[in-house]
Nanobody, 117 residues
Framework: QVQLVESGGGLVQPGGSLRLSCAAS????????MAWYRQSPGNQREMVAAIVGDNGPIYADSVKGRFTISRGTVLNTITLQMNNLKPEDTAVYYC???????????WGQGTQVTVSS
């Protein structure tokens, strides 16, 4: 019943920035574990950044120093600030949420990020 909706994707030139947002609806509890994943054609879906409880953010090596995941000002929202974007960052970005209150992980529909000159 919980739904995740991503926004903020688009076309950007190399070196540019984008800010993705994810909002969860239909949940009446705090979602402690939320993350961003991405998948490009021919590749497996990979974790980009995650917030696991209060342990601080974790990042894929490929985005460390460039991406920042944060909890939003609204409950059960997260953002992904992406700076110094590279063509290899091109992918569909998916929001993920996990909680002991859910029967399984929840996924958004994804938002396309294209980095090209």
């Amino acid at each position: 019943q919980v739904q995740l909706v991503e926004s903020g994707g688009g076309l950007v030139q190399p070196g540019g920035s984008l800010r993705l947002s994810c909002a969860a609806s239909g949940s009446f509890v705090v979602i402690h574990n939320m993350a961003w994943y991405r998948q490009s054609p021919g590749n497996q879906r990979e974790m980009v950044a995650a917030i696991v409880g209060d342990n601080g953010p974790i990042y894929a090596d490929s985005v460390k120093g460039r991406f920042t995941i944060s909890r939003g000002t609204v409950l059960n929202t997260i953002t992904l600030q992406m700076n110094n974007l590279k063509p290899e960052d091109t992918a569909v970005y998916y929001c993920n949420a996990q909680s002991a209150h859910f029967s399984g992980p929840k996924w958004g529909q994804g938002t396309q990020v294209t980095v090209s000159s």
